[in-house]
T-cell receptor, first 113, second 116 residues
C-alpha cells in the first residue's frame, strides 16, 4: 500500500538552532497530516496537524508546511532544545471518521548542548 | 487534552500463553480505536481498527485469530495476543479518535510485550 516516508533517518543540531524535518507522502488523496514526537519507550505525542486546504500552520515553536504540488510535508522547530531530542514521525490520514493514520519511517533528532 | 491509557505498560510472558492489553480513553468517548505495533527502531504499523460494538477490521497480514480485539464500550478496547511466541515481542500502541469533532488521534503510552 501507499505510505508516508521521511527523507533523512537522523538529524543532528546544536541547541538553539532551527531544525527542519522533512516528509514525502505518496497518496494525493490524503487530506490530513500530523506530526508526532516519540520519546524512547513512550507512545507518540501529538505536535501539530494540518489539513490539505492549508499550506502552513504555526504552533508554539513549531511550524508545519504542506506542499501538495510535490506531496511534501515539513516540520520546523525553532530554537531547538535538548528536550526536543526524539524520533519524529509524520502521518497521513483522511478527514473521515473511523480512518486510521499511516505513519512514515521517522527521523531521529539529536540536539547537543 | 484527551488522555489514553494502556495497561499493562509492560509484560513478560512464556511462549504459548495469552496476553491481554487494555486501552482506555479516560476523558472522552472513542467510537474508534486503533492498534499499532512497533518493532525497535521502526515506525508504527497499523494492525487493526476497532469499532465499538462491531468486529475489528484487520490490516493485511495481521492474523485475526491471533490478535483478538474487543471494543465493548466507548472507552475500552482490548487486544489479546493468543499463544504468544517470541516473534510477537514488540511495542503495542493504541490510539483513540474522538467520537465527534476532531480528526486528531490520541495515543496511549504503549505496552512492551516480551515473550520468552
Amino acid at each position: 500500500g501507499e505510505s508516508v516516508g521521511l527523507h533523512l533517518p537522523t538529524l543532528s543540531v546544536q541547541e538553539g538552532d532551527n531544525s527542519i524535518i522533512n516528509c514525502a507522502y505518496s497518496n494525493s488523496a490524503s487530506d490530513y497530516f500530523i506530526w508526532y514526537k516519540q520519546e524512547s519507550g513512550k507512545g507518540p505525542q501529538f505536535i501539530i496537524d494540518i489539513r490539505s486546504n492549508m499550506d502552513k500552520r504555526q504552533g508554539q515553536r513549531v511550524t508545519v508546511l504542506l506542499n501538495k504540488t510535490v506531496k511534501h510535508l515539513s516540520l520546523q522547530i525553532a530554537a531547538t532544545q535538548p528536550g526536543d531530542s526524539a524520533v519524529y514521525f509524520c502521518a497521513e490520514g483522511f478527514n473521515q471518521a473511523g480512518t486510521a493514520l499511516i505513519f512514515g519511517k521517522g527521523t531521529t533528532l539529536s540536539v547537543s548542548s | 487534552g484527551a488522555v489514553v491509557s494502556q495497561h499493562p505498560s509492560w509484560v513478560i510472558c512464556k511462549s504459548g500463553t495469552s496476553v491481554k492489553i487494555e486501552c482506555r480513553s479516560l476523558d472522552f468517548q472513542a467510537t474508534t480505536m486503533f492498534w499499532y505495533r512497533q518493532f525497535p527502531k521502526q515506525s508504527l504499523m497499523l494492525m487493526a481498527t476497532s469499532n465499538e460494538g462491531s468486529k475489528a477490521t484487520y490490516e493485511q497480514g495481521v492474523e485475526k485469530d491471533k490478535f483478538l480485539i474487543n471494543h465493548a464500550s466507548l472507552t475500552l478496547s482490548t487486544l489479546t495476543v493468543t499463544s504468544a511466541h517470541p516473534e510477537d515481542s514488540s511495542f503495542y500502541i493504541c490510539s483513540a479518535r474522538l467520537a465527534v469533532g476532531t480528526d486528531t488521534q490520541y495515543f496511549g503510552p504503549g505496552t512492551r510485550l516480551t515473550v520468552l
